[in-house]
C-alpha cells in the first residue's frame, strides 16, 4: 500500500490528530484530524497473515478472513488502526492473547512525515528492536499507523458459552486452555471451543449450562488488576478471570506510576516526537 | 593501571570472589557461542538486584561499557564483551521466587535455566512454553534479550508472549518494573520492546513468565518424503488448512543420517527429508488434527508415518531433533549455524537455492529447523583447519541470508542480530527505520553504555561506544 499520500497528509509542521469511525475516543479536539488509509492489501491464507490499511473496518476485515475459515485477535467494532493504537483485547483474551501479540509489522508515519517500518512479514523475526509492541497502545503518541500486517488464526471448528455458579478458579483450574472465564461474583461464564465431543467432556465435571453468550459488560471504567486479585472486588463487575480485566461501573481507581517510568515515556516521546505535534495533549499513562 | 578503579570499585560493591580479571578467566568470557570475540576488562557474578545495579553504577561512574550475559549460548555475539567493558553474568541468579499456578505465573531470577523452570513448574501440569534446541543450558534471561524462540512456538509464540513483567536496571543505574503482573498496565508497553532488545535496553534482574498448561493429549508423528520439497509443501497446506501444530520440524537426508548414527532413533535415512510433527490438546480435537495432518501427507507423497507410541517413543523422536547440533560432529568438527525467516510457501525454492549456495562454495549443508515457521537453520560443516574455509562460509552464511530476505524473509528468527547481522540490516530497513530503533535505544540507554555496538549497523548513533568489529563477522 503506497502511504505517500498518507505521509503528505500528516505532514511535518503544525499540530495533528488522527481518528478512524471515533469508536474508542476519537481525534483530540481543536486539532487538524488525518485518517489512516482503509482496505484490504492481502490476505495469505497458507502463511495465515494479512496486510491492511489501518483505516480499515475490523468488521471488513472479519468478513474478508472468514471465507478462509480464520479471524484476528483484535476485539471488534471501529478501526483495525484505533484498535491498535488503543491496545485493548477483547474478552477472549484468556485463550487469544493481548492485541499487540497479532502485530507483525507495522508502517507508520512519524512525526517528520515519514514513513517508517517496524518488525517483518513473518511470524517469527527477531530482527532488530520490537518497535510493534511500542507502538500498539501507543495513542498515536509516537507514530500514526498506516499500514499493517497481522497474524491471522484458524476459527473455531466449534465453539460454545456456558453458565453456571460453580467457582470461576475451579473452572479456571480444571478446563484445559479455556477461551474466556468471566465472573461477576456470583454466576461464572466460560467459553470453550474445539472439537465438540472435547467441549462436551470439559463441562461434564463442572455445574454449568449452556449459555447464549457473555453477560452484558459494565462499562463505567475498565480496570486492570493482577489476576490473582479478582477477589478483593466490590461493586458491579465482571471481570476476565484469568486474565485481570475487570469491566466495572465505576471509573478505576488512579494508579501509582514510577517517576522512573514516568521518565522513560518522556524521552520515548522526545525522542519520536520533538515538538509534541502527534495527537497533543494525550497522556498514555492517564490513560 | 587504568582500569584499576572500576575493578575495586566493583570488589568493594559486591565481594572480592565475585569479580574477577585474572587474563584465563577474561578469556572465558571473550566470546559467546558465536565465532565472534570480544574483550572485557571484568567479569561481576552479581547474586541481587542492588548487586547488578552496583556494578552498572560503577560503569556508569567510569564511562565503561557493560554487557549482561546469561549462559552465554546466543549465536549472535550479542554477549560479546565490547572492548573493555564490564561483563554482568547472571548465572548466580537462578531463583525461581514464586509460582502461581492459577494465575499461570512464576517470577524468576534471569539466571533461571530454561528447562529447570519447567522442570520446577511440572509439578502443577504446567511449563514455560519456548524451548530453544539450547534449553538445557541457556537461560531465562538470555531468552529475553533475543526473544527467544523454538521449536513449540509454531502455536504458543516466542518468548516475548510468555513474559509479563521485568523488574529492569536501566543503563542509569534506575530499577524499575516494567509491564505487570495486570493485562493493561499504564503507558507504553516497555515491556514489549524490552525483549528482544539484547543488553542494550539494560538488565533484568527478575522476571515473570506466564506458564502454559501441559496438554491432555499428545500426537507426535514423524512422516518421510522423497523430496524436501514434498515435506515443505506439506507443512504450508496443513497451515492452510486450519491446522496449527504445537510444532512441525523438518531434517533433511544428510542430517537425519548423522542424527541416527548418534541417537539410533531409527529414523528414516534413505528418505530426502523427514517432518517431526507434534500435535497436542484435548483428545478428539488432537485425533481429528492428527488425521487431517496424515490424509495432506498422503496427498504429497508421504512415504512412511511413524507415530509415537508412548513419552519414550516420542521423547526418542525429540532427542534425534534436539541433538542434531551434537551429531554433526560426526561429519566436520567445526558448524556455521544460521538462522532466517522466510514465508512458509517460499521454503521449497529457498531450500533449493540453499544447497545451491552451499554447492557453489564447495561446503556441505545440512537443514534442521523449525518448518512450520518457515524458520530456516542451514548448518555449513567445515574444517576450520582447511585453509581458506572460512571466507567460503562466510560468503556462503551471507547470501542465504540474502535470499532469504528477497523472498520475503527476515534477518533472524530467534538468534538474533548481536554483531553477527547488525551490518546486515540495511537489507532489511531503510536508515529511517534503523533511526527508528536508535531512537528507541536512546529512550532507554541515553549515554550508550548498554552493550554497544551491537544490532544497529554504525554509526547509527553517536552516542553509542563503537566498538571494532570481531574477525569472523560477516561485513
Same mark, same amino acid.
Given at each position: 500500500?503506497?502511504?505517500?499520500?498518507?505521509?503528505?497528509?500528516?505532514?511535518?509542521?503544525?499540530?495533528?490528530?488522527?481518528?478512524?469511525?471515533?469508536?474508542?475516543?476519537?481525534?483530540?479536539?481543536?486539532?487538524?484530524?488525518?485518517?489512516?488509509?482503509?482496505?484490504?492489501? /492481502?490476505?495469505?491464507?497458507?502463511?495465515?497473515?494479512?496486510?491492511?490499511?489501518?483505516?480499515?473496518?475490523?468488521?471488513?476485515?472479519?468478513?474478508?478472513?472468514?471465507?478462509?475459515?480464520?479471524?484476528?485477535?483484535? +476485539?471488534?467494532?471501529?478501526?483495525?488502526?484505533?484498535?491498535?493504537?488503543?491496545?485493548?483485547?477483547?474478552?477472549?483474551?484468556?485463550?487469544?492473547?493481548?492485541?499487540?501479540?497479532?502485530?507483525?509489522?507495522?508502517?507508520?508515519?512519524?512525526?517528520?512525515?515519514?514513513?517508517?517500518?517496524?518488525?517483518?512479514?513473518?511470524?517469527?523475526?527477531?530482527?532488530?528492536?520490537?518497535?510493534?509492541?511500542?507502538?500498539?497502545?501507543?495513542?498515536?503518541?509516537?507514530?500514526?499507523?498506516?499500514?499493517?500486517?497481522?497474524?491471522?488464526?484458524?476459527?473455531?471448528?466449534?465453539?460454545?458459552?456456558?453458565?453456571?455458579?460453580?467457582?470461576?478458579?475451579?473452572?479456571?483450574?480444571?478446563?484445559?486452555?479455556?477461551?474466556?472465564?468471566? /465472573?461477576?461474583?456470583?454466576?461464572?461464564?466460560?467459553?470453550?471451543?474445539?472439537?465438540?465431543?472435547?467441549?462436551?467432556?470439559?463441562?461434564?465435571?463442572?455445574?454449568?449450562?449452556?449459555?447464549?453468550?457473555? +453477560?452484558?459488560?459494565?462499562?463505567?471504567?475498565?480496570?486492570?488488576?493482577?489476576?490473582?486479585?479478582?477477589?478483593?472486588?466490590?461493586?458491579?463487575?465482571?471481570?476476565?478471570?484469568?486474565?485481570?480485566?475487570?469491566?466495572?461501573?465505576?471509573?478505576?481507581?488512579?494508579?501509582?506510576?514510577?517517576?522512573?517510568?514516568?521518565?522513560?515515556?518522556?524521552?520515548?516521546?522526545?525522542?519520536?516526537?520533538?515538538?509534541?505535534?502527534?495527537?497533543?495533549?494525550?497522556?498514555?499513562?492517564?490513560? | 593501571?587504568?582500569?584499576?578503579?572500576?575493578?575495586?570499585?566493583?570488589?568493594?560493591?559486591?565481594?572480592?570472589?565475585?569479580?574477577?580479571?585474572?587474563?584465563?578467566?577474561?578469556?572465558?568470557?571473550?566470546?559467546?557461542?558465536?565465532?565472534?570475540?570480544?574483550?572485557?576488562?571484568?567479569?561481576?557474578?552479581?547474586?541481587?538486584?542492588?548487586?547488578?545495579?552496583?556494578?552498572?553504577?560503577?560503569?556508569?561512574?567510569?564511562?565503561?561499557?557493560?554487557?549482561?550475559?546469561?549462559? @552465554?549460548?546466543?549465536?549472535?555475539?550479542?554477549?560479546? $564483551? #565490547?572492548?573493555?567493558?564490564?561483563?554482568?553474568?547472571?548465572?548466580?541468579?537462578?531463583?525461581?521466587?514464586?509460582?502461581?499456578?492459577?494465575?499461570?505465573?512464576?517470577?524468576?531470577?534471569? @539466571?533461571?535455566?530454561?528447562?529447570?523452570? =519447567?522442570?520446577?513448574?511440572?509439578?502443577?501440569?504446567?511449563?514455560? *512454553?519456548?524451548?530453544?534446541?539450547?534449553?538445557?543450558?541457556?537461560?531465562?534471561?538470555?531468552?529475553?534479550?533475543?526473544?527467544?524462540?523454538?521449536?513449540?512456538?509454531?502455536?504458543? @509464540?516466542?518468548?516475548?508472549?510468555?513474559?509479563?513483567?521485568?523488574?529492569?536496571?536501566?543503563?542509569?543505574?534506575?530499577?524499575?518494573?516494567?509491564?505487570?503482573?495486570? #493485562?493493561?498496565?499504564?503507558?507504553?508497553?516497555?515491556?514489549?520492546?524490552?525483549?528482544?532488545?539484547? @543488553?542494550?535496553?539494560?538488565?533484568?534482574?527478575?522476571?515473570?513468565?506466564?506458564? =502454559?498448561?501441559?496438554?491432555?493429549?499428545?500426537?507426535?508423528?514423524?512422516?518421510?518424503?522423497?523430496?524436501?520439497?514434498?515435506?515443505?509443501?506439506?507443512?504450508?497446506?496443513?497451515?492452510?488448512?486450519?491446522?496449527? #501444530?504445537?510444532?512441525?520440524?523438518?531434517?533433511?537426508?544428510?542430517?537425519?543420517?548423522?542424527?541416527?548414527?548418534?541417537?539410533?532413533?531409527?529414523? $528414516?535415512?534413505?528418505?530426502?527429508?523427514?517432518?517431526?510433527?507434534?500435535?497436542?490438546?484435548?483428545?478428539?480435537?488432537?485425533?481429528?488434527?492428527?488425521?487431517?495432518?496424515?490424509?495432506?501427507?498422503?496427498?504429497?507423497?508421504?512415504?512412511?508415518?511413524?507415530?509415537?507410541?508412548?513419552?519414550?517413543?516420542?521423547?526418542?523422536?525429540?532427542?534425534?531433533?534436539?541433538?542434531?547440533?551434537?551429531?554433526?560432529?560426526?561429519?566436520?568438527?567445526?558448524?556455521?549455524?544460521?538462522?532466517?525467516?522466510?514465508?512458509?510457501?517460499?521454503?521449497?525454492?529457498?531450500?533449493?537455492?540453499?544447497?545451491?549456495?552451499?554447492?557453489?562454495?564447495?561446503?556441505?549443508?545440512?537443514?534442521?529447523?523449525?518448518?512450520?515457521?518457515?524458520?530456516?537453520?542451514?548448518?555449513?560443516?567445515?574444517?576450520?583447519?582447511?585453509?581458506?574455509?572460512?571466507?567460503?562460509?562466510?560468503?556462503?552464511?551471507?547470501?542465504?541470508?540474502?535470499?532469504?530476505?528477497?523472498?520475503?524473509?527476515?534477518?533472524?528468527?530467534?538468534?538474533?542480530?548481536?554483531?553477527?547481522?547488525?551490518?546486515?540490516?540495511?537489507?532489511?530497513?531503510?536508515?529511517?527505520?534503523?533511526?527508528?530503533?536508535?531512537? *528507541?535505544?536512546?529512550?532507554?540507554? #541515553?549515554?550508550?553504555?548498554?552493550?554497544?555496538?551491537?544490532?544497529?549497523?554504525?554509526?547509527?548513533?553517536?552516542?553509542?561506544?563503537?566498538? =571494532?568489529?570481531?574477525?569472523?563477522?560477516?561485513?
Amino acid at each position: 500500500m503506497d502511504l505517500s499520500a498518507f505521509a503528505d497528509e500528516v505532514g511535518e509542521g503544525d499540530p495533528v490528530t488522527i481518528t478512524g469511525l471515533r469508536t474508542r475516543g476519537g481525534p483530540v479536539p481543536g486539532v487538524r484530524v488525518v485518517g489512516a488509509p482503509a482496505g484490504i492489501d /492481502w490476505i495469505q491464507p497458507a502463511e495465515m497473515t494479512v496486510c491492511c490499511g489501518a483505516g480499515t473496518m475490523v468488521a471488513e476485515l472479519d468478513d474478508a478472513l472468514l471465507a478462509h475459515g480464520q479471524c484476528v485477535a483484535i +476485539p471488534p467494532a471501529g478501526t483495525v488502526g484505533g484498535a491498535l493504537a488503543v491496545g485493548r483485547s477483547g474478552v477472549r483474551r484468556l485463550g487469544y492473547g493481548p492485541v499487540r501479540d497479532t502485530v507483525l509489522q507495522i508502517r507508520y508515519v512519524s512525526a517528520a512525515g515519514e514513513v517508517v517500518k517496524a518488525g517483518g512479514p513473518t511470524v517469527k523475526n527477531v530482527s532488530g528492536f520490537d518497535l510493534c509492541r511500542l507502538l500498539v497502545g501507543s495513542r498515536g503518541t509516537l507514530g500514526f499507523l498506516g499500514e499493517v500486517i497481522l497474524r491471522t488464526r484458524p476459527r473455531a471448528r466449534y465453539e460454545q458459552w456456558f453458565c453456571g455458579p460453580v467457582d470461576p478458579e475451579i473452572a479456571l483450574g480444571r478446563l484445559y486452555r479455556p477461551v474466556s472465564v468471566l /465472573w461477576d461474583g456470583t454466576t461464572t461464564w466460560v467459553l470453550l471451543e474445539g472439537d465438540e465431543r472435547d467441549v462436551e467432556a470439559q463441562v461434564g465435571s463442572l455445574d454449568l449450562q449452556a449459555a447464549d453468550g457473555a +453477560p452484558p459488560l459494565p462499562t463505567g471504567g475498565r480496570w486492570s488488576v493482577a489476576p490473582g486479585a479478582f477477589r478483593e472486588l466490590t461493586g458491579e463487575f465482571v471481570v476476565e478471570v484469568g486474565v485481570g480485566v475487570v469491566h466495572h461501573a465505576e471509573p478505576p481507581p488512579p494508579r501509582a506510576v514510577d517517576p522512573a517510568v514516568v521518565a522513560l515515556h518522556e524521552r520515548l516521546k522526545a525522542g519520536f516526537d520533538p515538538d509534541g505535534r502527534l495527537n497533543p495533549g494525550v497522556d498514555v499513562l492517564a490513560a | 593501571m587504568k582500569v584499576a578503579g572500576p575493578v575495586a570499585e566493583l570488589r568493594a560493591a559486591l565481594s572480592i570472589d565475585r569479580v574477577r580479571d585474572a587474563a584465563t578467566e577474561l578469556s572465558l568470557y571473550r566470546h559467546d557461542a558465536s565465532h565472534l570475540e570480544g574483550a572485557a576488562v571484568a567479569v561481576c557474578f552479581p547474586v541481587s538486584t542492588a548487586d547488578v545495579q552496583a556494578c552498572v553504577q560503577i560503569a556508569n561512574r567510569h564511562s565503561i561499557p557493560f554487557v549482561a550475559r546469561g549462559s @552465554g549460548t546466543g549465536l549472535a555475539g550479542g554477549a560479546v $564483551p #565490547p572492548e573493555g567493558a564490564i561483563v554482568v553474568s547472571t548465572t548466580k541468579m537462578n531463583r525461581v521466587l514464586s509460582v502461581d499456578p492459577i494465575g499461570l505465573r512464576a517470577w524468576v531470577e534471569p @539466571g533461571v535455566l530454561n528447562l529447570d523452570l =519447567t522442570r520446577h513448574v511440572a509439578r502443577h501440569g504446567l511449563h514455560f *512454553a519456548p524451548d530453544p534446541s539450547s534449553q538445557q543450558t541457556c537461560s531465562i534471561g538470555g531468552n529475553v534479550a533475543n526473544n527467544s524462540g523454538g521449536p513449540h512456538c509454531l502455536s504458543e @509464540g516466542v518468548t516475548a508472549a510468555h513474559v509479563v513483567a521485568l523488574e529492569v536496571v536501566l543503563p542509569d543505574g534506575a530499577v524499575v518494573v516494567l509491564g505487570g503482573e495486570d #493485562p493493561e498496565p499504564p503507558g507504553y508497553d516497555l515491556r514489549g520492546v524490552f525483549v528482544g532488545s539484547e @543488553g542494550m535496553f539494560g538488565i533484568a534482574t527478575k522476571v515473570c513468565v506466564r506458564l =502454559t498448561p501441559d496438554p491432555p493429549a499428545v500426537c507426535t508423528m514423524l512422516m518421510d518424503f522423497d523430496s524436501v520439497e514434498a515435506g515443505a509443501s506439506t507443512v504450508s497446506a496443513v497451515i492452510a488448512e486450519g491446522v496449527v #501444530p504445537a510444532a512441525m520440524e523438518m531434517m533433511d537426508q544428510l542430517c537425519l543420517g548423522a542424527v541416527e548414527a548418534y541417537v539410533h532413533a531409527g529414523l $528414516p535415512v534413505d528418505a530426502a527429508t523427514a517432518l517431526l510433527v507434534e500435535i497436542v490438546g484435548l483428545p478428539h480435537g488432537v485425533e481429528r488434527d492428527a488425521e487431517i495432518v496424515r490424509r495432506i501427507a498422503g496427498e504429497h507423497g508421504v512415504r512412511h508415518v511413524r507415530v509415537a507410541a508412548d513419552d519414550v517413543e516420542r521423547a526418542l523422536l525429540w532427542k534425534g531433533r534436539k541433538s542434531a547440533f551434537g551429531a554433526i560432529a560426526r561429519i566436520k568438527p567445526n558448524y556455521y549455524l544460521h538462522d532466517t525467516v522466510v514465508p512458509r510457501r517460499e521454503l521449497p525454492a529457498v531450500l533449493a537455492k540453499v544447497y545451491a549456495i552451499a554447492a557453489r562454495h564447495d561446503l556441505l549443508v545440512l537443514n534442521v529447523f523449525h518448518a512450520g515457521d518457515g524458520n530456516l537453520h542451514p548448518l555449513l560443516v567445515y574444517d576450520a583447519r582447511e585453509p581458506g574455509v572460512m571466507e567460503r562460509v562466510e560468503a556462503a552464511g551471507e547470501e542465504i541470508v540474502r535470499v532469504s530476505v528477497e523472498a520475503g524473509g527476515v534477518l533472524s528468527g530467534e538468534h538474533g542480530i548481536g554483531l553477527e547481522k547488525r551490518d546486515l540490516m540495511p537489507l532489511l530497513f531503510s536508515p529511517v527505520d534503523l533511526e527508528a530503533q536508535a531512537t *528507541a535505544r536512546a529512550a532507554f540507554d #541515553p549515554t550508550g553504555l548498554a552493550n554497544p555496538g551491537k544490532v544497529l549497523p554504525s554509526p547509527a548513533r553517536c552516542g553509542d561506544v563503537m566498538t =571494532t568489529v570481531p574477525e569472523g563477522a560477516w561485513i
